[in-house]
């Protein structure tokens, strides 16, 4: 589907952003990994979540909805059934790397992974790994691509330190951690996303932080009553993107999560001069058991260009298109260095987005690692193309409210993955005085 975006007048009012996703797909693996009921209220409505809720249920899940909310009754940490055929992941990545955490703990049982096309193109090893030096097999397609299968066992402590600075992969050996013998270490190279370490303490589990290692100790079970998943920071970010860009703009944000780990695109933007208000969780060593919450006030000005260094990138991985973006509109060059995994998100997104803002009218340039942006003040207009990816569909959209001539979105229906409202709220915000 193609979708235009004009040029806007302010946009004005308030949004409140849809829930997380990374929240939501980690509330019902955690729920489905759980005996007792668990009720989870605010899921994310979208695609990807769906696929989780899907997966869960074939693991043996009972998912109600009453009243809005989801009430999961889970199978527990060891005893997901068998399973006839492939569970399909669509193209959640989150899934298709959480999910084996729990499934190798599954005692001689096999599980096979598959998705979109998407998913076929997105390494697996970076998860393979770590299971099997905890005793598990995993039998990827080419070695490292889906579709895989998993075959469970009962596991044994690591101490592995990560590769790359990725929270799917942490977060994998962490639930793998919770049915292991001992202690396991997972050593980040810079922190990243913490919220399975933050539903995990939720749940009763020993889990700390210690010299940029998080430690989990085994547990026989899960106790989460409820819970409460906030507003997608990351979705936010695009509503957050529009109001600095927009001539004029001053808008709220309701009910946002700013939990340090997710907060960096903010820590960014006002390094560009952007105005945004909020009451930001400050980092810190302790894991804590819940997400902090805020409304954040956006105000429309003029930007400055940064740089953004490898240690910054996973706080704002999923918003680094949008650093692009606002590198475009901004005086002097914005460049993105050490982001190498953006190659091998939805899409490969360092071209998509260079390739992408260079048809409105930008001036970037692809690296190894990241881009660099020469701002020019602002956009032309044209079409861009999803490449099928969400956060690349939802910046065309931005672009286009801040551009002089409008943009086409070729491929507008991808954002429903994670905002499938997305258009509609710009619309709305474009209408109110
Ligand atoms: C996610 C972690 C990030 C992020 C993805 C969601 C998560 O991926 O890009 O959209 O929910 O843990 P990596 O951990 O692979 O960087």
């Not at 084996?100 to 393979?128: E, F, K, M």
């Amino acid at each position: 589907m193609n979708r235009r975006f004009e040029p806007s007048g302010p946009l004005r009012g308030e949004a409140t952003p849809p829930a997380d996703k990374s929240i939501s797909h980690r509330a019902a693996l955690l729920a489905a990994m759980s005996i007792e009921p668990v009720r989870i209220r605010n899921y994310l409505d979208a695609e990807d979540t769906n696929s989780t809720l899907a997966a869960v249920r074939r693991l043996g899940a009972l998912v109600e909805e009453r009243d809005g909310e989801l009430i999961v009754r889970g199978t527990g940490l060891r005893e997901a059934p068998e399973l006839d055929g492939p569970i399909d992941v669509g193209n959640a990545g989150t899934l298709m790397r959480l999910l084996p955490g729990w499934l190798a703990a599954q005692r001689g049982r096999s599980y096979t992974l598959d998705g979109d096309a998407s998913i076929r193109r997105r390494p697996v090893d970076r998860i393979a790994e770590p299971l099997r030096l905890m005793g598990a097999r995993i039998d990827a397609t080419d070695g490292r691509l889906p579709p895989f299968t998993v075959h469970g066992t009962s596991l044994e402590a690591i101490d592995y330190r990560l590769p790359v600075a990725s929270a799917q992969v942490k977060s994998c050996v962490l639930l793998a951690a919770l049915t292991a013998s001992g202690t396991t270490r997972v050593i980040e190279p810079a922190p990243s996303r913490d919220h399975t370490e933050r539903m995990l303490a939720a749940a009763g589990v020993l889990v700390t932080r210690e010299d940029g290692a998080v430690c989990v100790v085994n547990t026989d079970e899960l106790e989460l009553d409820e819970i409460v998943v906030p507003g997608d920071l990351s979705s936010a970010a695009f509503l957050i993107a529009a109001g600095v860009l927009v001539a004029g703009s001053r808008l709220v944000v309701r009910d946002t999560n700013v939990n340090w780990t997710r907060t960096g695109f903010l820590r960014i933007l006002e390094r560009m001069g952007g105005i945004v208000v909020g009451d930001l969780e400050e980092p810190s060593t302790e894991i804590a058991t819940s997400e902090p919450v805020c409304d954040l006030d956006v105000a429309h000005g003029p930007l400055v260009g940064t740089t953004v260094e490898a240690d910054e990138v996973p706080l704002a991985i999923d918003e680094l298109p949008l650093v692009a973006l606002l590198g475009c509109f901004a005086e002097g060059e914005t460049i993105v260095r050490g982001a190498q995994e953006l190659r091998v998100k939805e899409s490969d997104r360092i071209a998509g987005i260079v390739e992408g803002l260079s048809g409105l009218g930008g001036d970037l340039e692809a690296t190894e690692d990241g881009f660099v942006v020469r701002g020019t003040g602002g956009l032309r207009g044209g079409s861009i193309a999803s490449r099928g990816d969400h956060r690349l569909a939802m910046v065309g959209a931005v672009a286009g409210l801040a551009s002089t001539e409008g943009v086409e979105v070729v491929g507008m229906e991808a954002a429903a993955v994670s905002y499938p409202g997305f258009a509609a709220d710009l619309a709305v915000l474009a209408q109110s005085r």
